[in-house]
């Protein structure tokens, strides 16, 4: 009812309206020119709008609304239409809108929002917000047009205003009127008014005009305005983000969108830096999947970020004058919003990468295309770390993947993390929890490469952020340590020292994090506790004492663990007081006061008490006490302490020596022991009356004694002396020596020629007389005397005079000789544990149990006469496997009882003989040493002369080669064993561990031109030995134990060269230098003036060089280490494509060639047979073409070997025996595999001429694959069938992925190839499926393991063919036929006895189908498992084998 009451009243109030529209009109008409300012005179317009509902009032009051928006629109519509002036009317409506609207006040009115007119209590009849007058007649279609076009007349009135009063602006509210109208009548009229607007107007119009442009327009002109846009971005740069929010907003076609896209990238570089984040956000949301990668490629081109902040030595000299009172807001605000804009875009990235899987992707993609280290920019840090910090687990993997990427291929260096961090701290500050979670990976990182640039990332983590961050690094990183797994371990510790070094006092406040380690030390080496401990100490008592807080429990737990009867726990002690003490006593020269009071009163009490308190805990334990003494030794060769400590530690170090270890000779030495006591090894003779000796047999048999003896009775409270304290203790003292007379050891020179007090070594040649403490106490008194020598040179190696140089060198001839000696009493000691040297390893227990080991062995090792010591000690090369077969070779011509008795190794006893210096090694430098003596008494001069011989040089060499694996080969991963392993595999290493791998290098490269004459020289020895003999290795002017010594020192020269070479920090930008002198020296062995020459010569040159000693190798091993050496130098020269075709032939060379020990036999042996392999693959790396010299190999080589008797070899390859063949076979069998994976991908484009190069190197692949296959009836061996069935399947499965796409493209025009080549690999899979029922039938565990997965390839193959033959519309030519399992000689196996009969039909319609052009595929289809649908297990009979091959072979 009260509708029907509203509208009757609305309708009548129109039809009188209507009445006196007539008699308005005309006055309207007459006054439309003048601004209508009475009420009398209204014009039509304000009495339709009032009788629609509307009351306009005059001044700020809003015109009232009395009824709904819809039922006003409607009136006005009607009283429009039901005018009898219509048409007419509606410019008269417009009129008098246009006459209403020229006063600002009541135009501004018509343009806010009217009010809701109240009568008494009913507020039902309207909606609480209604549109404005202006809006509401917008939405009338038939006034629209005039509307708009009389607003857009009056805008430019008010453009130049300010925003009037109440902060309004004219413009902007004209514009919001056109905004979302329900239609616009003619859209296209009004983009073409808005842009001649744009055109005009000043920018702050020009921006909302722009900016609306989306909600005012219809979707059909999007695509005009968008051009125009695209133009005005062009011309005007203070456009761009109202235009680029307007074009993200526009329904654009993707031409379009691109097109804005590349004109948007053009202009990116001039772009103001508020501006950026927009232009940014709108490339990546104008982004498809189809163009991601090219357009993100191009904007990480032109994102210039380094370019947007503030160079640092501006930032620097801002930060100083701002210290200085200086006003410089601007300058720092300006700074500040240049951090603010870089932010936003990297926000936009982020919301980017995590909507859009595609930019993701398109992002990691360009970051990896870039090859070069010059050309990486620091958006790519950021955006790998916004990557990460995304939920997208496929993201953070991504990131994580590129990162160690580019770091191991050396393309991200330290100095971009460095930038990164400097410049954009407060930038990356949000993401520090993914460069948390990514340093964490790399340290975890078992590549040796990338762990580093881990550490570097945690360092700047702590330099660049807050405390928050600091306690999270430090965090980690403690985790790292407590971790266990030791390279993790080691370096988190190097970056907390590095930490505590660069900031000690921000490190403090987290000394209980690191203090919590100390729970966790069971898990650490000794040389992890001693950074730990000299991390901790320089915390609680470094100079300024900033951790004093940690000091009580630092004393506390070096008490407790010094009075642990465990030696693991009394190790710990020992090294962390020791370290302790070298923070409490350190030199302390930066300090301010007087030189005279360095060190306080009560700092030096602390120190001697706890030195007195070390001295006294390990007095009890030879081992404790010799740690002690090492220690100590440690700490004075590594830091500087202050004057006192170390004159106080020199001063009872020398006297507590003399004491223990030195005598005065007498005439006769009394007391009764084991073995007669002698003076030996007395370098001093004219010193004979008065002189010292060294106490060593009596010290030993009384420690003997005092064991036998403590087991009966209680602890004595004498001081022992043990002969195990004599090296450590020398050691000590001879550098204490060296730091107070700086390097001088004039006080102690008496002790490198003095003699020892041992016993006539005549003894050990009757050893298997003595009983088991005999033999044991010669082999401990043996072990002793070594490890002495071994101190004393490295005690005086570096001295000048021509005199120690040549006592030095005697000693070494002392060691070589008596390390024979103690191979021969090892080999008649069997079980015998010697005693310990290295006092810092896991136990001294755990050590000692697994020499005993090699004395049961001792066939596999050898016996080297002079020198000793085996080749290197568990070194995967098989270098050193010929010496052994050699000498075993040799060994049956001489003395054949003692060889093999005395055939110990000392290569396992390496942990028990002291470690030397790396300062021994300068004396391969050494030449010829001679001097003269006068001789008092007959006044006649005598000439002294000594040489470093064969077995010396070998000795050095052994030495340095076990030094070089251990600290520059790349450790391949530093994964802890589930189950610990045998001795720690840095034991005997602990000095070499102290220096930097580049310092290891930098030495070797000194020694190099000594290196290199050793080379040559062994090069000349063997020249004149071949000339000697004719050119025949085994000639009789051939010394089998000389030739033997000569070889290995050959052999361990090449693989030391080789081992310096193969450095990785060689290809670090540092170290080009030291890489470039290396060279210089090996080609200037050859050519002069080297200097002027770039690398590439150089390496050519150096290549040349080494290429020169090709004709001289003594056995397989050596000649393999030659191949090695110019296969690394010419791949470290950047150019190993150049040297390819050389090595390849060098390689061709050694293995045509008969190797020959010297008694004349061939070699033979795991050892020659590892060499042998190494060689062959070197070889089939670097040949031209992989394929002919697999077939080159099998087909022509292993024919004539089979055609050869049983002992002798192929012709064209002598290294092909059969005792080598199944070397042969395996490298073959991989290689050929390899190089079909190599063959490139076919893709339907190629041209046919591609198709038929691909399908040429496939059909050669699978020749050499069908001859290989086919050598199993010859040689079927188990180990050479488990290789065939092995490499088979992967062969195989290469052919289903790479060759059979081709053939599905290449089927149509190159019918005959294909089939052919099926034809061909049919009867190889025949043949593998023979092999499957041969292994079933032997139930070979070995070979029934690769059966199931090689019967699914042979199936997937038969199925394959089948969709091949479909594809190409030929699927009439495949059938299947039943095949029967044969074993590999034909026989059928009996299981499938029943079905004899129908077999037979089959295989002979299948032989008889063979000569079709179908008949690939049948062939193939018989050669599948008996897993088809028809559960027949198919074969083919030998005899349609053999039928086969014939065919193939026509």
Known sequence: MMRKKRRSSAEKGEGASTTSKAKKSRSTGRQSKEPVSEETNESVFVVFVREAGVTLKQGVTSNEIAVDQVVFQRRIQQQLRKSPRYPGIIQEFITGLEAYIE????????????????????????????????????????????????????????????????????????INQLKWLDRVVDSKELAVKLMELVSAAPVEVQRDIITSLPEILEDSQHNDVAKELNSILKENTQLTVPVLDALSSLNLTSSLLSEVRVSVMAMLAAVQLEDLPVVVKFILHSVSASDANEVLCSLRKKLELEQCVLPPVLQASQSRMKSKGAALSGSTAAAASSQDSITLVLDCIKSAVRFQKSISEAWLKAIESVDQMEDHKIIDLLVLFILHSTNANQSRRGAERVLKLKVRSGLFQEALLQKTFRDYSQVIRGYFPSILALAQSLLRSPDPCIVPFGGHMYRLSFTAFDSYCHQEVVGSLVTH???????????????????????????????????????????????????????????????????????????IVIRKQLSSTVYKYRRIGIIGAVMIVGSLGACRQKGKESQGASLSEEKFKQVTGLLDLLKSSSESSPEAAALYYDELANLIWSSTLDPQVQDMIGKSVLDDFQDDFVVDLGPDITGSFPFPPHVMYNLDEDESQGGIAINLLPLLAKDVQN????????????????????????????????????????????????????????????????????????????????????????????????????????????????????????AGTPGYVPPVCNFDGESTEGIAVNPAVPASKSKKGKKRKAAGKNSTEGSSQPEEATEADETQQEVPEKEKDKEIRSGVSLAAYRLFFRELDMEVLSVLQCGLLSRSLLDSELHTKVREEVLLGPAELVFLLEDMLHKLEFSLAAAPAKRAPFLKGRADKSVGFSHLQQRSSKDIVSCCVQLLPALCTHLENCHNHFQTLLSENNGVVDGPATDPQEHQLMSSGYQLLLQVLNTIFSWSGFSQPGQRVLWKKSLEILAGRIKEAVAELSLEQLVKHSFEYLLNFRSTMPNLSTALCLSQLLSTVSEKGGSPAAYREQTASLAQHFLSQVWVTASGERERGNKFNEALHALLSIYMEHVDDVLKAVEEIAGKGIPELINAGKDESSASWPTLSRQTFLVFYKVLMAELDKAARKIPASKISDSTETQSEKLLAWNLAVRDFHILVNLVKVFDSRLVLNVCLKYGRLFLESFLKLGMPLLDYSFKKHKEDVQSLLKTFQLSTRQLHHMCGHSKIHQDTNLTNHVPALKKSLELFVYRVKAMLALNNCQEAFWLGNLKNRNLKGEEILSQKSQDSDDDDDEEEESLALPLPQEPSDDEESDSEGTKKTKVAEEMDEDDITDDSELHSD
């Open 481 to 555: 340590v407590c971790s266990g797994v030791g390279g993790e371990v080691d370096v988190a510790l190097e970056l907390l020292c590095g930490l505590v070094t660069e900031k000690p006092l921000e490190m403090a406040l987290y000394a209980v994090f690191v203090k919590g380690i100390l729970d966790y030390m069971d898990n650490l080496t000794p040389q992890q506790i001693r950074r730990l401990f000299h991390l901790l100490s320089r915390l609680a008592f470094g100079q300024q004492q900033q951790g004093s807080h940690i000091q009580d429990d630092m004393h």
């Open 103 to 174: 006063n600002d006040d009541r135009f501004r009115n018509c343009l806010l929002p009217c009010v809701p007119q109240l009568s008494e209590g009913d507020t039902s009849s309207v909606n609480s917000f209604q549109e404005s007058l202006l809006r509401m007649l917008l939405g009338i279609e038939m006034l629209q047009t005039l509307i708009i076009n009389s607003l857009l007349e009056k805008l430019p009135e008010f453009m130049l205003d300010s925003a009037s009063d109440g902060g309004l602006s004219i413009p902007r509210m004209i």
């Open 707 to 826: 064991k036998g003896e403590q087991q009966t009775q209680t602890k004595k409270t004498q001081r022992r002396v043990s002969p195990l304290c004599l090296s450590p203790f020398f050691r000590l003292l001879r550098l204490c020596e060296e730091k107070q007379h700086e390097g001088d050891l004039d006080e102690i020179d008496a002790l490198l020629g003095c003699p020892l007090i041992l016993t006539d070594m005549d003894v050990v040649e009757k050893v298997e007389s003595l009983s088991k403490v005999e033999r044991e106490f010669l082999c401990t008194l043996l072990f002793h005397t070594i490890n002495w020598f071994r101190e004393v040179v490295n005690a005086f190696c570096k001295q000048k005079e021509t005199e120690m140089k040549m006592k030095v060198m005697t000693r070494l001839q002392n060691i070589t000789y008596l390390q024979t000696l103690l191979e021969r009493a090892l």
